[in-house]
C-alpha cells in the first residue's frame, strides 16, 4: 500500500513570494492534515481537511491556506512568504477517525 | 492551553539496554495518546492508546496509557543503533482531530 506523498521535496522561495505545496493520501483515507515543524519547534498543527472542507485550523495567520480535491488529494498555499515560514511541511492522513499517518514532507526554505 | 511534555530531552545509552520515554499531557477533550518515530523527515506510527492501563506492544516496543494520571511510557528493550531516532508523542483532540506535539525525545543508542 502506498504511503502519503508529498511534492516537492524541496522548495527555495524569496520573501514575498507564494508557495505551493502537496499531498497525495493514503488511497481510502478522506481527512489531510498538515502541520509545520520549524527548527528546534515541534510539530504545530496548520489545518485539517476532510471531504473536500476545511474543518479546523491552528493558530497561523490567513496567508497560510489550502484546499481538498475530490479525489482528497490537498494543496497547502502560503502566501508573503516571510523568513521564519522557513521548515518542514508534513502532511498527514487519516480514516475519519483515526491514526494520522505522515508523508515525507517538503523542506521549504525562504530567503 | 493544551500542552504535551515529553522527558528526557535526550537519551544516549548502549546497544543492548531497555529505555523508558516519557510523556505527560493537559489535552482539553482528549481522545487518546500517539508515538511516533521520527529518523530523517516522516514520523512513523508506532502505537495509538486510547485506553488506561492496557499495554501495546510490537516487537521490542511497547506502551501504555495512563488516563488518571495523564501520562504514557514508551519502552524500548534490548535497544539496536537502529532505534536511533527523535520520538514523539501527541495528544488528539476530539473532535478538532487536531494532535498536539511534544518537543520530541532524541534517543541515540551507541553501539
Known amino acids: 500500500e502506498a504511503g502519503v506523498t508529498q511534492s516537492p521535496t524541496h522548495l527555495i522561495k524569496t520573501r514575498g513570494q507564494q508557495a505551493t505545496l502537496r499531498c497525495s493520501p493514503i488511497?481510502?483515507?478522506?481527512?489531510v492534515y498538515w502541520y509545520q515543524q520549524a527548527l528546534g519547534l515541534g510539530l504545530q498543527f496548520l489545518l485539517w481537511?476532510?471531504?473536500?472542507?476545511?474543518?479546523n485550523r491552528g493558530n497561523f495567520p490567513p496567508r497560510f491556506s489550502g484546499r481538498q480535491f475530490p479525489n482528497y488529494s490537498s494543496e497547502l498555499n502560503v502566501n508573503a512568504l516571510e523568513l521564519e515560514d522557513s521548515a518542514l511541511y508534513l502532511c498527514?492522513?487519516?480514516?475519519?477517525?483515526?491514526?494520522?499517518?505522515f508523508g515525507p514532507g517538503t523542506r521549504l526554505t525562504v530567503t | 492551553e493544551d500542552k504535551v511534555v515529553q522527558s528526557p530531552l535526550s537519551l544516549v545509552v548502549h546497544e543492548g539496554d531497555t529505555v523508558t520515554l516519557n510523556c505527560s499531557y493537559e489535552?482539553?477533550?482528549?481522545?487518546?495518546l500517539l508515538w511516533y518515530k521520527q529518523e530523517k523527515k516522516a514520523p512513523t506510527f508506532l502505537f495509538m492508546l486510547?485506553?488506561?492501563?492496557i499495554e501495546k506492544k510490537s516487537g521490542r516496543l511497547s506502551s501504555i496509557l495512563d488516563k488518571k494520571e495523564l501520562f504514557s511510557i514508551l519502552n524500548i528493550t534490548a535497544t539496536q543503533t537502529g532505534d536511533s531516532a527523535v520520538y514523539l508523542c501527541?495528544?488528539?483532540?476530539?473532535?478538532?482531530?487536531?494532535?498536539?506535539f511534544g518537543q520530541g525525545t532524541r534517543l541515540t543508542i551507541n553501539p
Open positions: 498527514a492522513s487519516s480514516v475519519r477517525v483515526g491514526e494520522q499517518y
Open positions: 488511497s481510502g483515507h478522506t481527512s
Open positions: 481537511y476532510d471531504e473536500g472542507e476545511e474543518r
Open positions: 489535552v482539553t477533550n482528549f481522545r487518546s
Open positions: 486510547t485506553s488506561s492501563g
Open positions: 501527541a495528544g488528539e483532540i476530539q473532535g478538532a482531530q487536531k494532535l498536539v
